[in-house]
């Protein structure tokens, strides 16, 4: 990965580490990531992104034209522009491993550093974060209507910036999608690349027979044909009658992108068996999301794949997180907002996942983090002293554990539709810190 620059941040974060600089404070801060609330219509979240983050802490610095344009823009001291170079994260990071599911309240990452190193890495932090936990949860949306059926990712034109769709690349494969047409995440991550063909080739080609037998001839391991260019359920029996010329049969699928998808399924399925192609699978594009996979599926439609993209990649019905890194210590002092509706509660804390009997999910408890309890903490070391504690896992092991995670979450919850939200259950403990924290800011105030 390359460096990214530090100034892809917001403003406050410099003007607030030049009067933190003024003030010589730069005592250890906590700050935790977490999602206030659920977004409408979702039933959980899934922990994504932390492999980005820590790329970039581990390579966070100033660069010498960084500095230099700090050091003319007019808006700080040249004693504190000085100061920056030799900036680097030092501190420690706690993070729930990707692909947990998480629920309100609950933090994805702690950052523990000073101040200056905690307060400047905000704006990226939250900006990874909240991108792929959003785009993983509702990928995974699509996984668990599609049923165990082929699922790829075609969303990187439509996707907002170069960025984003490369990352929602990762994001869905890591919740279960079985690959992606992005050719980059193939080669940064392994993940299995599928594609087509564009409408575009039928079109160049002298006839849609010619271009489906050019196109077969110029992938003998195997390919899927774009059949409704023209006329699906024609160009269907074309394939039929194109078959027996090929030495090697290549085709493996085929797939439609426009009109009524499962009407159109039904045909061609009928058509190609007819003519001895059973094994020819129908692959459906077009507008997917998790809503369509499920009324395409619960028609009887006879599709055995689906290419979801821009309303996968953009979380299209609930494009963005209610979410927020927030000072929760300084100074080993408890830190706590109280903005209404917008209050936070205060310390390092952990969450504790208990089970029932039959190994499904029946309650989180979030607790500071000192408190003892029988259940694994879930938020475990990621960094110490500005370096990783131990390799990252594979993205197999990421996807397994999404995929144990969905299997044990309470069947209401793996709905499409709004069920009871998951118990999480604040701990005395955590009451007993908010009300100490409450009465110190009294005091000081």
Not at 271 to 287: M, P, T, Y
Request: proline residues 4%.
């Amino acid at each position: 990965m390359n460096r990214e620059s530090v100034l892809l941040t917001d403003l406050y974060q410099l003007t607030m580490l030049q009067a933190y600089y003024e003030r010589g404070m730069n005592e250890v801060a906590v700050f935790e990531f977490f999602v206030r609330k659920l977004p409408e219509k979702r039933n959980f979240l899934i922990a994504a992104g932390l492999e980005q983050v820590l790329e970039y802490l581990e390579q966070a610095c100033f660069a010498a034209d960084e500095l230099q344009w700090l050091q003319h823009c007019g808006r700080f001291r040249g004693d504190f522009v000085d100061s920056l170079a030799d900036w680097c994260f030092t501190g420690d990071v706690d993070a729930l491993p990707e692909g947990t599911l998480v629920f309100p309240d609950e933090p994805l990452l702690r950052i523990i550093a000073p101040m200056r190193e905690a307060q400047l890495v905000e704006t990226r932090i939250i900006n990874l974060l909240q991108f792929q936990s959003m785009v993983a949860a509702k990928a995974a949306r699509c996984v668990l209507a599609a049923a165990g059926r082929t699922l790829v990712d075609f969303g990187l034109r439509r996707a907002h910036g170069a960025e984003a769709g490369l990352l929602s690349a990762r994001a869905s494969y890591l919740a279960g999608f079985t690959g992606t047409a992005t050719v980059l995440a193939g080669m940064r991550w392994g993940i299995p690349l599928f594609g087509t063909m564009a409408h575009s080739y039928i079109q160049a080609n002298a006839s849609e027979t010619q271009a489906f037998e050019n196109f077969a001839r110029s992938q003998p391991g195997g390919t899927t044909l774009l059949i409704d260019t023209y006329d699906t359920e024609e160009a269907a029996r074309k394939l039929v009658a194109l078959m027996p010329k090929l030495a090697v049969p290549s085709i493996q699928a085929v797939r439609l992108d426009s009109g009524d998808l499962g009407e159109h399924a039904r045909r061609v399925r009928a058509i190609l068996d007819a003519g001895g192609l059973s094994d020819v699978r129908i692959f459906a594009s077009g507008n997917l999301d998790e809503y369509r996979i499920r009324d395409l599926l619960q028609s009887g439609a006879p599709i055995d794949g689906f290419a979801v993209g821009t309303r996968m990649n953009t979380s299209a019905d609930q494009p963005y997180l209610d979410c927020a890194y927030k000072l929760q210590e300084y100074a080993s002092s408890p830190r706590r907002k109280r903005s209404e509706g917008k209050a936070t509660w205060p310390g390092r804390k952990q969450v504790r996942r208990a089970y029932g009997a039959d190994g499904r999910m029946i309650g989180d408890l979030l607790t500071v983090a000192s408190d003892s309890h029988e259940q694994d903490d879930l938020l475990i070391p990621a960094m110490r002293h500005g370096r990783r504690v131990k390799q990252s896992p594979a993205l197999a092991d990421i996807r397994a554990r999404v995929c144990d995670g969905l299997a044990r979450l309470p069947a209401p919850l793996r709905s499409l539709d709004p069920a009871q939200a998951y118990p999480v259950t604040v701990s005395q403990a955590l009451h007993s810190l908010a009300l100490a924290a409450d009465r110190s800011a009294s005091r000081q105030s």
